[in-house]
């Protein structure tokens, strides 16, 4: 995803009424990591790192907010089994 793809991502937010303040902050944490990683595709993550980086401190409330992203169609969540791989999310076009 090329800048103007991103940008293009990114204001897609602002018309998508079902997206809360917790959607976002999740959402701005998984491009933060895109942006660090330089891919704008595919991310490698973490629960921790992205925990952190939205400031979403409970597990509940992740996980129900994170899997309203995948619901909605911004992500798709590729979980690693494997102690040595991390999970990716892969960047979903909606614009």
Known sequence: MKAA?????????????????????????????????????????SRSKIMKLSHVNTLPTYHKYFKELQDFGYIKYIPSYHPDCRSEIDLLKRY
Do not use: C, G, M, P
Not at 16 to 39: C, G, M, N, P
């Open 5 to 45: 793809e991103l940008l293009k991502y990114v204001s897609s937010f602002e018309k998508d009424e079902r997206l809360s303040v917790w959607h976002l902050a999740l959402l701005f944490a998984i491009l933060t990591l895109a942006y660090k990683q330089k891919q704008y595709r595919t991310i490698q993550v």
